[in-house]
């Protein structure tokens, strides 16, 4: 990514914004091997055991000598809190990126004793070595198709672009991913037109799937949703690094260096009063300007609709160039340092954080829908993503809308993931239907199931409600990685007339399991699933002996 910086040299085309990438190191796979090797690590034995128990094997064991040695130089020389990414062959791949399959460790690096801070850092890059043998990846990499002796860990160790908020918060003022291809077009926009997502504070809001804005980088002045469906779904926290955190447990999860905090009236005075509008309720509108008087949400019209920040400008053009390096569509992250001043000279900063290829169908054939069918349709949507024909599929598990609700999703977690495992074990794949997003961290914006609680399902749809409207799962993790393994994902929206769910032959079918949520149905006769990619629409159709083609 440096190489391509200077290359493209985005200092001098865009003067009122310093681009550049945070100073980064690499620990090649050489290390991973042989860490392996020298602490005598069985992965035969080694996968039979608990995540815990794998993470505890690896923390017992010792880097090499060289690398200890450059780690102690390394932190000498930076007091900035750290980025320690995964960098995986196989996540890395462009046939097959693995993106948010493994973690990142965010670390204060600000503990007063150099050898607590050496020790933190070993034990960060010891439990990324360990993550393709745990559960969630180790499942993924398999049902790739992929052997876990194939994949090799290479570890990034990179500054975390921000500022010091006090003297207890570390963060950037905002975040985001964009991708260089949109799956789901609004009209008047094209899928080469990307899209972006945007948040306040570190990236994590958005590659888990939270609340975040998204918007078209080519059509910034165009609302994605109403105005009072972008103050319904705003982004309500953000994260930090919480500096107080100079001891901590990394075993606890990539939040255990982090702390999650409520947008409160006082951040929209500080912080993030560059990324807000005033509501205005009474005529469903934002009203900007920093003199405007009213509560406020995050909208970032101030860089988005104002250019503020030529934030459109230079996304499309690192887009572009990778595109054009990679061959493939792209996708990155990156963070910027906007803080409210009145010096004249300040410039604001975009950090590149990572560029990777975006995975996308290279099935070209046409798939043919159909207009005479009408009669056979079980659901049709106007935003699928996918492609082809899928007539194998005789069970579909789904929530009815009656019953769906927003503040026991947890429950609806525990129930989906016991039919999947016995799904699993019969070697069954299946459609699932549920209202709001799968695989979102937020639990009120849809059900927060992970990738193996659901990882049967071959096409998985998300409806909207009468009062539930929730943006399809653009720019996180859980949604990439759907589009890795080529799974059928549709969005029936409450707003189109031509999507359709036929609900009532649904819950007329012979029933496997009922649960307080979800019905479980099996038919006689596969459906046929048929996904244009290139139109974006898709229809379930039910078997007629002659629709399978």
């Known amino acids: 990514m440096n190489a391509f910086l200077i290359t493209i040299d985005l200092n001098t085309e865009f003067q009122d914004i310093t681009i550049k990438l945070p100073k980064t190191a690499i620990i090649g796979t050489n290390e991973f091997d042989s860490f392996l090797e020298n602490n005598r690590i069985n992965i035969e034995k080694l996968i039979q055991k608990q995540d815990n128990e794998i993470e505890e094997e690896f923390l017992r064991g010792s880097l090499s000598q060289i690398l200890r040695e450059r ?26 990126p693995f993106a948010g399959i493994y973690r990142t460790y965010m670390l204060p690096n600000n503990n007063p004793n150099f050898h607590m801070r050496l020790q933190q850092l070993e034990n960060a890059i010891k439990i990324i070595f360990s993550t393709p043998f745990q559960k969630n990846p180790r499942t993924y990499i398999e049902s790739n198709h992929y052997q876990i002796e194939e994949e090799k860990m290479a570890v990034v160790i990179q500054e975390i672009g921000g500022s010091d908020h006090g003297k207890d918060l570390f963060y950037p003022t905002f975040s ?17 037109d990307g899209i972006v997502a945007l948040a306040a504070g570190l990236g994590k809001t958005v590659v888990d799937g939270e609340r975040a804005l998204r918007y078209c980088p080519r059509h910034p002045r165009i609302n994605i949703l109403e105005p009072k469906d972008i103050v319904e779904n705003n982004q309500r926290e953000y994260y930090a690094i919480d500096l107080n955190r100079s001891n901590f447990n990394l075993q606890e999860g990539e939040k255990s260096t982090l702390k999650k905090i409520k947008i409160t009236s006082r951040n929209f005075e500080e912080t993030l009063k560059n990324l807000s509008s005033v509501w205005d309720y009474k005529n469903l509108n934002f009203i900007d300007g920093k003199f405007a008087k009213g509560p406020r949400v995050l909208t970032f019209r101030n860089i988005i609709h104002y250019n503020s920040i030529p ?30 001043t009145s010096t004249t000279d300040y410039k604001p900063t975009f950090y590149l954080l990572q560029i990777r290829p975006l995975s996308i169908s290279k099935e070209y ?23 082809g024909v899928i007539n194998h599929i005789q069970d579909i598990v789904f929530i009815d809308p009656l019953d769906f609700d927003n503040t026991d999703t947890m429950s609806m977690v525990a129930e989906i993931e016991k039919i999947n495992i016995s799904l699993k074990q019969l070697e069954r794949e299946y459609i699932l239907i549920g209202a709001g997003r799968w695989g ?34 653009q720019g996180s993790h859980f949604f990439h990685n759907l589009i890795a393994m080529n799974i059928g994902y549709f969005t029936v929206g409450k707003t189109s007339t031509h999507d359709f769910i036929d609900w009532n032959w649904l819950k007329n079918q012979e029933t496997i399991s009922r649960t307080k949520y979800f019905y479980h149905i099996r038919l006689a006769d596969p459906v046929v699933v048929k996904v244009n990619g290139r139109k974006g629409n898709a229809v379930i159709l039910k078997y007629s002996g002659n629709n399978n083609s």
């Open 440 to 473: 979102t961290s937020d639990r009120f914006l849809g059900i927060p199931v992970k990738w193996t609680q659901i990882n049967k399902a071959r096409i998985i749809i998300e409806t909207n409600l009468e009062h539930f409207v929730v943006e399809a799962s």
């Open 365 to 387: 054939t046409e798939v043919d829908i159909g207009i005479g069918e009408e009669n056979s349709i079980i659901l049709r949507s106007s935003h699928a993503m996918g492609h």
């Open 71 to 96: 780690l102690k130089i390394l932190l000498a020389a930076t007091d900035q809190p750290l980025a320690i990414r995964s960098s995986g062959l196989l996540e890395d791949s462009q046939s097959q």
């Open 311 to 340: 934030l459109s400008e230079i996304l499309l053009r690192i887009l572009e160039i990778g595109e054009v390096g990679l061959g493939v569509p792209v996708e990155i992250e990156f963070a910027v340092d906007y803080i409210s």
């Open 176 to 192: 985001g991913a964009a991708q260089s291809y949109n799956f789901y077009p609004a009209t008047g926009m094209s899928h080469s």
